[in-house]
């Protein structure tokens, strides 16, 4: 008798563990990352600066093959690969990228986003703009080198007040 109700409680357990379902992450999980200066950001994995593979981000439990959706529409971002070139970007701002896995049995968590916050790039000198004194106005965009272009919502500072209005001089 002993031994029928220790089969008939190993039976139970067996069937439990047996019926228990695993449920994985196939899309991986949310991430946020902030890039303050894109000109000296690196991944570690062979991008240059600036340059972000968002698949890594999605953590180790991201099955390849899902469909990778631009939720800002920004430039830069290649949908069939998940890599952001964050120098096509030209406004600091925060971005979204969402990663959808369908189709696989057992998942429960099929989208993942990640969220970038970029901050601002001022350009580099340009030395070669030229700004002569007949001009009436001056594009100060110019004085900046356009390789990389740097960012249009930033603020000009430095001179009078007085003597530039936005963009120009």
Not at 51 to 77: D, E, I, K, Q, R
Not at 101 to 127: E, F, Q, R
């Amino acid at each position: 008798m002993r031994k029928h109700k220790l089969w008939l409680i190993k039976l139970i357990i067996s069937l439990f563990v047996l019926m228990t379902e695993t449920y994985a992450q196939c899309a991986g999980t949310n991430n946020t990352i902030t890039i303050c200066t894109k000109e000296s950001y690196n991944q570690g994995i062979g991008n240059p600066n600036g340059v972000v593979n968002l698949f890594t981000l999605l953590g180790v439990g991201a099955v390849p093959g899902g469909t990778w959706t631009n939720l800002n529409s920004t430039a830069g971002f290649n949908t069939s690969t998940g890599i952001l070139n964050t120098w096509q970007i030209n406004q600091n701002g925060v971005y979204n990228y969402s990663y959808t896995v369908t189709g696989v049995p057992g998942c429960t968590n099929n989208t993942a986003t990640i969220t970038l916050t970029l901050g601002s790039y001022p350009g580099v000198d340009n030395p070669s703009a030229v700004a002569c004194d007949n001009n009436s106005m001056v594009p100060l965009f110019s004085f900046l080198g356009s390789n990389p272009n740097p960012h249009f919502n930033g603020n000009f500072s430095g001179g009078p007040v007085w003597c530039y209005n936005w963009w120009f001089f």
